[in-house]
């Protein structure tokens, strides 16, 4: 392998496992903050599921949720919102959103309005993905593991929050307007550190379905390098860059090893420090949420993501996104664009 070729993969896989290691200890610190303590009165909450098949389920588990029964109601995502004005129709305080057939335990909704301050309006929460011991969904769910470490490094160190999960909970007012993706294979948009937080608490975690097949899988991971190609912050389309470019020179340098053996021992190298910082990774949020026998995929998960993360960044760029985004007009009508 020349010479030049092996400085850059050593730069890449450095400056991936520094960052790695920096978004792991952010992750630590805001584990160990201390929560905030409970309001005095708590807000009224609407429940808005991204998908309306999902709200008469919701509406059972919402009425077992450790939160005030005449303060929370399960809204249709697709149903006009009512505001508060002449007409004496009242708004509720705070939204909270959630992917397609979460599940919620009974703490959710108190752990993620008492996150919610006025300084920071917009709280995202924890999404675990369901694996039952299956090979792609375990896969996936450790994945989204080293995505929540990078959510809570983030917010600890003050940058923008990429594009994260559909678990959050926000003020029901303009920021909530184009805050909320109507799949949760679209991904958030990316939020301002200065208006957002991430809530680590197991008792804010709810849990969605895995993916159905690795198809399903790139066309997730396209979605999310859309929305960070076209974040307004610079930190995070420079993370999607370079999550891409890490990924990229290793298939390629794979593909070469397979003919050249010269290439084999600097491209293997690279392998293992790359598993290496997604251990780092991955780990905080494992242990923390209790799926810390997730790691034993963590061969496999790097294996899949050297091939699927070039794909996905290529069919972001080359295909335009098929979904929209929930507004809210001057009337109080939520709408998809």
Known sequence: MPTVLVAVLSVLIGTYALLAGAAALGFLAVRDSSPPSAPAEWPSVAVVPVQAKDVGRLQDAVQSCEYPADRIEVARPDAPRPRTDGDGLASSDVTLTLPPTADVPPTWPQSMVRRR??????????????????????????????RLTLLGGAAHLGLPLGPGTANRALDAGPCASDSTSPEESVPPSPLSAATSTFNPEPEAAVMR???????????????WFRHAIRASSRFVQAQAAGLWLVHAVLLACCAVALALPAWRQPTLAALLGKMGADVMLTLPAASHFGQRRLLRSIVATVLMLVLSIPLAGGWALASPSRTGQFKRDDRGRTTVT
């Open 209 to 223: 379905a895995p993916v159905d097949s690795f198809a399903d899988l790139l066309r997730r991971q396209a979605e």
């Open 117 to 146: 301050q006025p300084d920071t309006p917009v709280v995202m929460g924890p999404t675990l993905v369901e694996h039952d011991n299956l090979f792609l969904p375990r896969l996936e769910a450790l994945q989204h593991l080293g």
